[in-house]
């Protein structure tokens, strides 16, 4: 007789057993974009395994104090990032906390509510990965890098059309936000996994379902890998599919001072260019595909980077899970950012 083998164990089944939390970390300026991509995470998994904090929950100053005092939400006194320390703490250690709630609607602070860690926890905000106890606490983190045009455009339409300000305060703050997010937040850079910078793409605004993007993602190099799970693209789809402009660009880069890697996604590319490259993921994984990319004819640089950006995040939990390592794998941090740099 002839020993069966088992099928490999759904991903999401392999999570829901462990002990691990783990936690990703989103960092970037207001109406960069961060929701974006921590959106797509989201998609990925389950409903119950996944979970959000916004660490606008976290601001001491509700918008009525700031405007009195003249205080952004950009500079670290008007947070209180030592409970959120402490909360990242708890999470960590699959404990229950009391969390605090801003309310953007009003302007001010909701009830606290009771949290309960998921299996995977996203943090996502201005401060994510300002201090070394934030980082220490972080299992993969990325920051979302805009250039000035798009992300203003992206900051007048989140607030004007979803959050009800007139244009004229809108374009007011950003001009006075612009110190401290060079003081803050985009020091920050230097502490993430991955970074993602937006630009207009040169083919133009796109077709009517939404503009086009030039994006890059900067990735440090994983120090460790799963080895069956492999990116591919295939040249003759490429070649044979494809009715629309668009670019890839790759060049070695180091991101602050580390190995990594610079992938440029430009214009639009037929879905069925990376369909292998899903397909190969939830083989692998047993993860389902993305909710953002199925289903579509053409996928932008954004849709491109957002699955390249699961496959990272997937492959280093894969990592914790098969070496039974729920810590960070990059080397002890000991760098500053924020207000350390000025102290």
Avoid at 48 to 70: C, Q
Avoid at 191 to 197: C, E, I, K, T
Avoid at 224 to 241: A, E, F, K, M
Wanted: negative net charge.
């Amino acid at each position: 007789m002839h020993e069966e083998t088992q099928p490999p164990a759904h991903f999401e089944d392999v999570i829901g057993r462990s002990d691990v939390i783990f936690t990703i970390g989103v960092a970037g300026d207001s109406g960069s974009g961060k929701s974006t991509f921590s959106g797509a995470i989201r998609e990925m998994f389950a409903p119950d395994l996944v979970s959000t904090i916004t660490l606008d929950d976290y601001h001491l100053l509700d918008r009525s104090a700031r405007r009195e005092t003249g205080i952004t939400p950009l500079a670290p006194e008007a947070n209180d990032i030592a409970l959120l320390e402490d909360h990242l703490g708890c999470l960590k250690r699959g404990e229950t906390f009391i969390k605090p709630v801003y309310d953007h609607t009003s302007g001010t602070f909701g009830s606290p509510v009771r949290f309960s860690p998921t299996k995977i926890v996203i943090l996502e905000g201005l401060h994510t990965l300002f201090t070394p106890a934030l980082r220490r606490n972080l299992d993969f983190t990325l920051f979302v890098d805009p250039d000035e045009t798009v992300k203003r455009e992206w900051k007048i339409k989140r607030d004007v059309e979803g959050r009800g300000y007139r244009r004229t305060n809108v374009l007011r703050e950003i001009e006075m936000r612009k110190p401290d997010y060079d003081r803050y937040i985009a020091p920050q850079r230097a502490f993430a996994d991955s970074v993602v910078r937006v630009s207009p793409s040169k083919y133009g605004g796109g077709d009517p379902t939404g503009p086009l993007y030039r994006v890059t993602l900067l990735q440090k190099r994983p120090q460790r890998t799963v080895q069956n799970i492999t990116l591919s693209i295939d040249l003759l789809d490429i070649l044979s599919l494809s009715e629309r402009s668009f670019s890839l660009e790759f060049s070695p880069c180091g991101l602050d001072g580390m190995p990594g890697g610079a992938l440029t996604v430009d214009g639009e590319l037929h879905a069925d260019v990376i369909r292998q490259l899903e397909r190969h993921v939830e083989r692998e994984t047993g993860i389902r595909s993305i909710p953002s990319i199925s289903g579509k004819e053409y996928i932008t640089a954004v849709d491109m980077v957002r699955l390249i950006l699961a496959w990272r995040i997937i492959n280093t939990r894969i990592f914790y899970e098969e070496t039974g390592d729920g810590r960070r794998m990059n080397a002890p941090d000991s760098r500053k950012t924020g207000k350390e740099i000025i102290d």
